[in-house]
């Protein structure tokens, strides 16, 4: 009877289904659309950024002080290297100091790298834009950032002067040239990393063989909250830390996006549910005289209640499936094609750290927690009208 | 004789604060098992009001009204929907039935009230519409069937739940004289044949032809309760 029901004005109900179909796709879309984005900036984090691990001196990243380096770093990297969980351990030596031109100057962070190991792990090569990798025949290269190329208006092959201490707290400074200019997702570190050759910055820091940081790809991501607390264990000297405690602000983007996500999905409901109060009023306004007349042949007020309960609900569920399947489809669409937010700005979303080609993800595990929502927004759209139909007296009702 | 309904010095008012109009107005009123009675008066004469009381759709001001010995005043809300439902059968002016349910679906709609179940109510179902002579149109939507049939159907579903008696507000008001004829021709054969208690609320001189107890209603008050015995009941009563 209730499903009778819903089809006595089948536009006013195909219209109310097509809003729920149409508010859910939204919702889905934006779950998904944050559900790549977020997506892509982890990946970045991990693959391009930080790695899944990194292990410093327990105090290097308190002042990062050069003679803060790992104790047993090369024994250290050996022992990583062969075991199975990892897929990649590079070393790197670090100085925070000032780069200087004859225009300008700016606070930089100086990475002292193995170039082909380095290559692997941030992908420093596929991010150049212009000028060559390091040569092995040049000495005193550098690759900055395109972003600090801007500020300081640096060209491939200009010079540079690059000046910090040293393990003895002594003031040392060489000059560079630029031999590339890369640019990530990232802007801002664009802007304070750049890259020398690990042997150049460890002779100026003098530290010999030994390095800052360990830098660990795992084979999967599961492994790294495990593994993390297992090398803790073997290396007590050491600090080991994953991607969340390097990368706080990306981890916090992660978690408050699914909330924000579902904020603005309750939002869409809640206006939607206006709109199935408004149907279902209507529906009761029309029927006022049948219901009475229900009432008076003996139908309790619990069994009407349960059929304005039972309208509303299939009018909410009967849009249910084709806002889902209809999300799941367009998403899956863009999930191999990717969709591309450069229109909105490259830099704008490079500023953030994030891709402008997103790829959405269909978010399997909330669909539940949408099913949810959608219950509760049929439920919460049915009170107001199921009340109105239980306050009716079957004479007056009987009488309109 | 079997006493069915018991109405006492039974009263409504309406404006009680400001000028109290009496719609029912001290009303007695004693119908036995079997009567075929019609209750007539000017439009306003209180037909309705009475006829909704004795009902439980309506709760007089004043009186009691005891059905089958049971005092309907005194029941809650909750205990008088339970009551109508197996006490009292209703035929109403405009038809009523439920527009999405086909003429076989409105009739059993009671019985699943009432919780019979499925078998007893195609039983019940197809004895009804029998008596009905609507048999072919069991699974007809009332949309489709003409007036005089669409009454019909609200006769059976009147009678599905095997009430006490059956009220019935105008059933012919909005029937052609050969609907009319027919509906009372199948009221009266069910009173005669299954002793069923038939009260109607009419202006309609067919039904008041018919009747045999006619009560006379004018500004709430009851002016004339006259029982007539027509030809055919006094040869029934000869004959047994």
């Known amino acids: 009877m209730a499903w009778r029901n819903i089809w006595r004005n089948k536009t006013r109900s195909i219209v109310i289904m097509l809003s729920i179909a149409i508010g859910l796709f939204s919702g889905i879309a934006i779950l998904a659309l944050y559900a790549g984005m977020m997506n892509s900036r982890v990946r970045t984090v991990i693959d391009v950024e930080v790695g899944h691990l990194q292990i410093h001196h327990p105090e290097f990243k308190k002042d990062y002080k050069p003679e803060y380096t790992i104790h047993d770093g090369l024994k250290m990297l050996k022992s990583l290297t062969s075991m199975p969980e990892v897929k990649l351990a590079v070393p790197r030596s670090i100085a925070t100091g000032m780069l200087s031109t004859p225009g300008g100057s700016s606070g930089v962070q100086i990475n002292g790298i193995i170039p082909a190991q380095e290559y692997l792990v941030s992908k420093l090569r596929d991010k150049i834009i212009a000028g060559n990798i390091f040569s092995p025949a040049k000495r005193n290269q550098i690759i900055i950032g395109k972003k600090l190329a801007d500020k300081l208006k640096l060209n491939i092959g200009s010079k540079l002067v690059l000046t910090f201490t040293d393990s003895s707290d002594e003031i040392v400074s060489g000059a560079f040239r630029v031999s590339a200019i890369y640019q990530s997702n990232n802007a801002p570190l664009d802007e304070v990393n750049v890259y020398i050759t690990m042997k150049e910055i460890n002779s100026m820091l003098k530290i010999g063989d030994e390095f800052h940081e360990i830098v660990l790809i795992l084979k999967q991501d599961d492994y790294m909250d495990t593994f993390q607390s297992r090398l803790s264990k073997r290396f007590i000297n050491s600090k080991i830390e994953t991607w969340r405690e390097i990368s706080p602000e990306t981890n916090l983007l992660v978690k408050t996006t699914d909330q924000y996500s579902y904020i603005i999905m309750v939002i869409v409901m809640l206006a939607l549910a206006f709109g199935i109060i408004n149907t279902m009023l209507m529906a009761i306004l029309e029927r006022t005289k049948e219901i009475g007349m229900m009432l008076a042949l003996g139908t309790n007020r619990i069994r009407i209640f349960f059929l304005v309960l039972l309208e509303t609900f299939m009018l909410t569920f009967v849009g249910t499936p084709v806002g889902i399947l209809s999300s799941w489809a367009i998403i899956s669409y863009f999930n191999k094609k990717g969709l591309d937010l450069s229109g909105m700005g490259n830099e704008m979303m490079n500023s953030f750290g994030f891709d402008s080609m997103i790829y959405p993800e269909f978010p399997v595990d909330k669909i539940l927690n949408v099913f949810l929502i959608v219950f509760l927004t049929a439920l919460f759209s049915c009170l107001f009208p199921a009340l109105k139909a239980l306050s009716l007296q079957p004479v007056e009702a009987l009488r309109r | ?240």
Do not use: C, W
Not at chain 2, 20 to 46: D, I, K, M, Q, W
Not at chain 2, 99 to 104: F, G, I, N, Q, S
Not at chain 2, 152 to 167: D, E, W
């Open chain 2, 1 to 240: 004789m079997d006493t069915v309904i018991d109405a006492h010095n039974v009263s409504k008012v309406y404006n009680k604060d400001t000028i109290p109009v009496y719609a029912v107005n001290n009303v007695h009123l004693h119908l036995e098992r079997g009567e075929f009675t019609a209750l007539v008066g000017p439009s306003g004469s209180g037909k309705t009001t009475l006829l909704n009381m004795i009902g439980g759709l309506d709760k007089p001001d004043e009186g009691n009204i005891y059905i089958n010995g049971q005092d309907i005043t005194q029941l809650s809300a909750n205990a008088l929907i339970d009551f109508r439902l197996r006490n009292i059968g209703f035929v109403f002016q405009s038809f009523n039935l439920i527009p999405v349910l086909t003429a076989k679906e409105n009739v059993e709609f009671i019985m699943q009230l009432q919780k019979i179940k499925r078998k007893d109510r195609d039983a019940r179902v197809n004895q009804l519409f029998k008596q009905i002579d609507m048999e072919e149109k069991l699974n007809e939507r009332p949309s489709k069937l003409s007036g005089g049939q669409q009454q019909r159907v609200a006769v059976a579903r009147a009678l599905a739940s095997k009430p006490q008696f059956i009220l019935a507000d105008e059933p012919t008001a909005n029937l052609d004289t050969k609907s009319a004829s027919n509906l009372l021709d199948i009221m009266a054969r069910l009173n005669k044949e299954e002793n069923i208690t038939f009260l109607f609320s009419t202006h309609d001189q067919r039904v008041i032809d018919r009747a045999r107890r006619v009560i006379t209603l004018v500004d709430g008050r009851i002016v004339n309760d006259t029982s007539v015995v027509s030809t055919s009941h006094m040869e029934d009563k000869l004959h047994n």
